[in-house]
Structure formats: C-alpha cells, structure tokens
C-alpha cells in the first residue's frame, strides 16, 4: 500500500492522479491534515486517512498498513524539520520500507534560506535507517506562471533573478517522477536532482507572455532589497513570505535553479511541461 502525505495538496492530488494510472487505486492512500479536505481525495476514488504532522499519533495510525510513503515536504516553513521528523518517526514505527521525500535542487548546497529545513529532513531521513529515495524537486514553473495575468495586465515581470538561468518544471512532472518511483523497481538509496529540460531567463518569460497575449510585458530586475519592498508594498506578502522568495530570486541570479542533467525528463520518460506550455495553461 502506497500513502502520500499533503494528498489534497496541489502537488498530492496531481501525485494522486499519476499513481491510479499507474496501480490499482485500492492500494493507493492520501493522507490529509484537516478532515474537512478529505473529500478533495475522497472524490479522486482514494480513501483519505486523517494525519497531521503536529499530532504524531495520527500519523502512526494512518500509516497502519502502509508499505510505501511519499512524504510532500509541509507547507509550513519554519516548523517543518520538527513535523518532518515526526512522520519520519511514524515510519519507522510502522515498519514502512520505502520513504520518498520532495526535497528541493541541490538542497545539500544550495544557498536558498528554504533549503536548510530539506537538508535537515534528509539528514533525519538517513539517520532513521529506512530504504529512501529522495527527489530533490526544483521549482515550480506554476510559482512563475501564476503571475502571468498580472504580467499583462501590467507590462512587467518583476524580480530580482538577474540573468540567472531557471530549469523549471510543472507540478504535473514532480507528480509524476513521484509516481514513477513508488510503483518501479530500483529507486530505493537514489537522490534525484529533478528540473526541467528548457533553462530561461525571467526575461525570456517576459517575452513569451508579451508573445502569446499579444501585449507588451517586459522583465524588471531589481536587488534583492527592492524587490522585497516591493513584494510586501505593491504585492502586499507578508514580510516572512516575502523574504523567502526574495531570498530565493537573488539565489537563482546566482544559479541556484538551474539543472541541465534532464534527470527528470528521463525519469518520467517524456519531456518536461515547457515554459511556453505552462504560460498558455496559466493565460
Ligand atoms: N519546488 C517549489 O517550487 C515549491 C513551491 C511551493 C511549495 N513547495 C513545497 O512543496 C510542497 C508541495 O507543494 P504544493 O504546491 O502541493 O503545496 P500545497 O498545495 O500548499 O500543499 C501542501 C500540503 O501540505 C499539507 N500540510 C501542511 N501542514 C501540514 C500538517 N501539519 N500536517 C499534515 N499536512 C500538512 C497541507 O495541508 P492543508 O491543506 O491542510 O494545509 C497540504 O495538503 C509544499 O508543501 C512545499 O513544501 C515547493
């Protein structure tokens, strides 16, 4: 039996819908923090179990059964290294024998301040013994995309990611390398560095707004201090928020999302979702 934490999540419903595809759905179970959003996995045809991070117990008691575990790494920055190590620990207690967990690129190096709580989860991860494959997702190309409207409406892409190259991938290909290694055979032990296949530019993803809408949308680079100001002033974030995405822009001017190894395409065996594709869906 395969369970997947944050199921009702973005990513773990589209992990959801990967694995019906790829094994009975009976074998398949989505776990989720608030009984209120069980039904959004109830209505894929997979059984939801309640678990929530900060209740160690009913991890435990979702995982009866369970042989494969897909942890979705919290959406709760800050608070995930102690949550991550709780269903580390319900694991191991429940005898899973294969953990998956979405960490981020290169989170052994990385410079971003998101990477830290992912290099202690892996670190736990190996401390606690059970067989684990590890899938070190880049970003989102929907954390880009879902500002396109805005782009047009507009005339300007802001951030502060300089020339820095992105390999991007949509969540529908993180879903389905997910999906891949809990239902394959000779992943356990692996670390994949999964990106996408294009590496662009914000400018380039300026230009393929202003492209496909038809309107002038120009890329507007700023330091790492503007752009906060500007996420929190104009954006309205709020400052934690805010400081993470600026910290994460001024790291991927230096690099910090770029991935030319094309390990996700060959591991889902297609090629990744492209810029120009995700730009359409999000117009
Ligand atoms: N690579 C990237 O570009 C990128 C971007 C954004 C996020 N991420 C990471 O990837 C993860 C998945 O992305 P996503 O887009 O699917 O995020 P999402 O839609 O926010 O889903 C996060 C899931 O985690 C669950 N969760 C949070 N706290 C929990 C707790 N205490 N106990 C149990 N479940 C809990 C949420 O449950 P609720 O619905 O109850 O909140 C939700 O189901 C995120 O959580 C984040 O760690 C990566």
Known sequence: MIAVT???????????????????????????????NEEVVTSLG??????????????RDALIGVTKLLLISSSEVGSRASQHKAVINAA??????????????????????????????????KDSGIQAVILRNGWYTENYTQGAATAV???????????????TASRVDYAEAAAVVLTTQGHAGKTYE???????????????IARQSGKPVQYQNQSKE??????????????????????????????????????????????????????????
């Open 6 to 36: 944050g199921a009702n999540g973005q990513l773990g419903q589209l992990v959801l819908k990967a694995l019906q595809a790829k094994t009975p759905e009976e074998t398949i179970v989505g776990l989720v923090r608030q009984q209120k």
């Open 46 to 59: 997979v059984e939801a179990r309640h678990a929530d991070y900060n209740q160690p117990a009913t991890v």
């Open 226 to 283: 503007s752009y906060l100001e500007f996420l929190t002033t104009v954006a309205g974030l709020p400052q934690p928020f805010a400081e993470i995405l600026a910290d994460s822009d001024a790291c991927a001017a230096e690099g910090a999302l770029a991935d030319s190894s094309k390990t996700l395409s060959k591991l889902i065996d297609r090629p990744a979702t492209s810029l120009a594709e995700s730009i359409s869906a999000s117009l």
């Open 153 to 167: 409406a507009t005339g300007a892409v802001v951030g502060a990611a300089g020339e820095g190259r992105l390999n």
């Open 92 to 125: 191991k207690d429940s005898g899973v024998e294969l953990l998956v967990y979405t960490s981020l690129l290169r989170a052994d190096t990385s410079p971003m301040i998101l990477a830290q709580e992912h290099k202690e989860t892996e670190q736990m991860i």
């Open 194 to 208: 999964l990106a996408g296949d294009e590496a662009y530019t914000l400018a380039d993803f300026a230009a393929e």
